[in-house]
Nanobody, 119 residues
Framework: QVQLVESGGGLVQTGGSLRLSCAAS????????MDWYRQAPKKQREWVASITAVGYTGYATNYTDSVKGRFTISRDDAKNTVYLQMNSLKPEDTAVYYC?????????WGKGTLVTVSK
């Protein structure tokens, strides 16, 4: 059974940093592309970043425009964990952050971790 558990959220001031973690069980992250999404209050869930395997040892990363240059997605295959390093946080980054993996025939989500950025 696939499980994703996010952690690392919290309250931070504008300009601060947080590192989110997504620990996976029931699958090996090495062979799967992973995404971070977020959902702000009263807004639809939006895609934030992805990390995609390229070749045997490489990875490609992509970001939504609003976080480029501030957020970094990475993975530690030995720990079966994906990270989202968030720097220069802004109030508009306030949201519940979710990690996601799509497998053949199913899509899996964690319960999310809340990030609140104060002005």
């Amino acid at each position: 059974q696939v499980q994703l558990v996010e952690s690392g959220g919290g309250l931070v001031q504008t300009g601060g940093s947080l590192r989110l973690s997504c620990a996976a069980s029931g699958l090996t992250l090495t062979y799967n592309d992973m995404d971070w999404y977020r959902q702000a209050p009263k807004k639809q869930r939006e895609w934030v970043a992805s990390i995609t395997a390229v070749g045997y040892t490489g990875y490609a990363t992509n970001y939504t425009d609003s976080v480029k240059g501030r957020f970094t997605i990475s993975r530690d295959d030995a720990k079966n964990t994906v990270y989202l390093q968030m720097n220069s946080l802004k109030p508009e980054d306030t949201a519940v952050y979710y990690c996601n993996v799509d497998l053949p025939g199913s899509s899996h989500w964690g319960k999310g971790t809340l990030v609140t950025v104060s002005k």
